[in-house]
């Protein structure tokens, strides 16, 4: 199994470009998960989604998008790349979002994508 | 304000030398993780805890969450240079019931182990 596969792994882009970051988990997982992370900062949640065709606002959401039209991929936007967007983006992905409620709650991720917006 | 706090946010130390990171809230902590990072690379999920007073090993590390459930320690025994890395905390601070599991993440603490 590949786990959780980010792409692209780096990216720079100028400011006022578009792109999207896609996440795909082959553990037929509910939860996916974008976060970011900024020295000194730890890890951010932008968006995530608890199922298939859902999306909620994660703490940082500004300036992204996501979409979860297929339960295995993520999809992470940005509509008019700014410099703060620069950063080390993560996705990840679990079972169970209740970690109370059973052992299976873990977060696993991907290896990272590193954006750079000049 | 973080609202999970790591401390220290960085540690040099001897190999073979024990070592402590500390990760605090004001608030209680439903689920706590603990997260090992190398450069560049994704998070390795190392160990969760969920019941106040639990304590989990792995080889030579240990992770204990207190009785109150807003503060855990992750102890390395024996330090080795593999156990270089940015380790991070995780937790669920919400209230019970109305969460997703949006895991909220301390700042980090980056150890260096020399040989």
């Known amino acids: 199994n590949a786990g959780v596969t980010q792409t692209p792994k780096f990216r720079v882009l100028k400011t006022g470009q578009s792109m999207t970051l896609l996440c795909a988990q082959d553990m037929n997982h509910e939860y996916m998960y974008w976060y970011r992370q900024d020295p000194g900062m730890g890890l951010r949640l932008i968006h995530y989604s608890v199922g298939e065709g859902t999306t909620a606002k994660g703490e940082v959401p500004d300036g992204y998008n996501v979409s979860r039209l297929k339960k295995q991929n993520f999809l992470l936007g940005l509509e008019s790349a700014a410099p703060s967007q620069t950063s080390v983006y993560f996705c990840a992905s679990s079972y169970s979002g209740h970690p109370w409620v059973s052992n299976t709650g873990e977060l696993f991720f991907g290896e990272g994508s590193r954006l750079t917006v000049l | 304000s973080q609202e999970l706090e790591q401390s220290p946010q960085s540690l040099i130390v001897q190999e073979g030398k024990n070592l402590t990171i500390n990760c605090t809230s004001s608030k209680t902590l439903y689920g706590l993780y603990w997260y090992k990072q190398k450069y560049g690379e994704g998070l390795i999920f190392l160990m969760m805890l969920q019941k106040g007073g639990e304590e989990k090993s792995h080889e030579k590390i240990t992770a204990k969450l207190d009785e109150k459930k807003q503060q855990s320690s992750l102890h390395i025994t024996a330090s080795q240079p593999s156990h270089a890395g940015i380790y991070l905390c995780?937790?669920?601070?919400?209230?019970?019931?109305?969460?997703?599991?949006?895991?909220?993440f301390g700042q980090g603490t980056i150890l260096t182990v020399h040989p």
């Open positions: 995780g937790a669920d601070i919400r209230k019970r019931g109305t969460s997703y599991g949006k895991l909220t």
